[in-house]
């Protein structure tokens, strides 16, 4: 057996040349290839959220691009979490299924899961789940946090003076029933494609944000009641 540094390696070479079988004729593609695939949970409440147009200059928002770790407990709002979500990894137009974010094959391996720490007068505390197709949160768990329970999803003591989180996660089966190993490698870029919308559409918001690796897997996987091999985490973003 390999040592574990040489695992990613192995996985990335193979990977070179697991694409999956893809027919060129796309008549002959299954339906499960085209069909594009939202989570939802229809049992739990949801806030809706509005649509916004903002203005946002690119060219400043790229030159101001940053991760800021002096995190100043400031509550994030409904309307800034709507326009971060949107226009980060929602859809590009109403009634049509492609997102504002790359996907390989338009499979959409991803979901976004915010975790606000601070309650704000328009958003309480809580774990929600972005319902891409509805521009929606589903909210999975309302509850106020203590330092100590942040510090059990993060290995860095800053981390609890964020005001919220996204946790991005990854449904790997989306992409590698069309791209075998290969999908995977797809998912984690764009994981990549959101996190950097993300960041931009954070500082045209006047949001501090930095990407975090320091997670500790396992307890933000349970928190999210996932089981961490059909769906488990692949980012993590914090704002304030």
């Given at each position: ?7 990613s390696?192995l ?6 040349k ?5 027919p ?20 739990f409440p ?5 649509k ?5 200059n690119?060219?400043?928002a790229l ?7 002096d ?19 929602g ?5 049509e299924?492609y997102r504002?974010?790359?996907s390989?094959?338009?499979?959409y391996?991803l979901?976004?899961?915010p975790?606000?720490?601070l ?8 774990l ?16 106020n ?9 993060f ?14 996660t990854?449904i ?11 999908g995977y ?6 994981a990549g494609?959101?996190g ?8 045209s ?6 990407a ?5 897997d ?5 928190f ?12 993590a973003l914090?704002?304030?």
């Amino acid at each position: 057996m390999p040592p574990e540094s040489e695992f990613s390696n192995l996985f990335h070479q193979i990977s070179k040349k697991s694409r999956g079988n893809i027919p060129q004729d796309y008549s002959q593609w299954p339906a499960e290839w085209t069909t594009i695939r939202y989570k939802s949970y229809p049992r739990f409440p949801k806030i809706v959220l509005d649509k916004t147009d903002p203005s946002i200059n690119l060219a400043k928002a790229l030159r101001e691009r940053k991760s800021s770790r002096d995190f100043a407990q400031r509550s994030i709002g409904k309307a800034q979490l709507s326009t971060l979500l949107e226009y980060s990894c929602g859809k590009k137009q109403e009634g049509e299924p492609y997102r504002v974010h790359p996907s390989a094959g338009a499979r959409y391996p991803l979901e976004c899961y915010p975790i606000v720490f601070l309650s704000n007068p328009s958003l309480p505390a809580g774990l929600y789940h972005y319902n891409v197709d509805d521009h929606a949160l589903d909210v999975l768990m309302p509850q106020n946090f203590k330092a100590d329970q942040i510090d059990r999803f993060f290995t860095y003591p800053w981390a609890k003076n964020a005001s919220m989180a996204l946790v991005i996660t990854a449904i790997f089966s989306r992409t590698t029933q069309k791209y075998g190993d290969r999908g995977y490698r797809n998912a984690l870029i764009e994981a990549g494609h959101m996190g950097q919308n993300l960041y931009l559409v954070g500082v045209s918001l006047g949001l501090k944000c930095t990407a975090i690796a320091g997670t500790r897997d396992e307890n933000i996987e349970s928190f999210l009641d996932i089981d961490g091999v059909t769906e488990s985490l692949v980012y993590a973003l914090l704002f304030d």
